[in-house]
Nanobody, 117 residues
Framework: QVQLVESGGGLVQPGGSLRLSCAVS????????MGWYRQVPGKQRELVAH???????NYAGSVKGRFAISRDNAKNTVYLQMNSLKPEDTAVYYC???????????WGHGTQVTVSS
């Protein structure tokens, strides 16, 4: 059974940092491209950062230069390092594979990130 468990969220002041983790089980993690997504109430979930199986990365314009996605295939985990956080980064953050997104499946519970003074 495929399972994705996000962690690492919390309350942080503007300008602060957080590191999110997503532990994946139930599939061969290393072959899957992975993404971090975020959602605020009333809006669609949006892609924040993406990493291919080979390690190539892409970012949404709003987070480029502040966020960094990485993966550890030995630990079946994908990370999102978030620096210089802004109030507009406040959202529930989720991870998923490209395949999971295409099927609208395997979404975890997400982790809440709140940026506020």
């Amino acid at each position: 059974q495929v399972q994705l468990v996000e962690s690492g969220g919390g309350l942080v002041q503007p300008g602060g940092s957080l590191r999110l983790s997503c532990a994946v089980s139930g599939w061969i993690f290393s072959i899957h491209a992975m993404g971090w997504y975020r959602q605020v109430p009333g809006k669609q979930r949006e892609l924040v950062a993406h990493i291919t199986s080979g390690g190539s990365t892409n970012y949404a314009g709003s987070v480029k230069g502040r966020f960094a996605i990485s993966r550890d295939n030995a630990k079946n985990t994908v990370y999102l390092q978030m620096n210089s956080l802004k109030p507009e980064d406040t959202a529930v953050y989720y991870c998923n594979s490209d395949a999971g997104v295409a099927m609208n499946a395997f979404w975890g519970h997400g982790t809440q990130v709140t940026v506020s003074s």
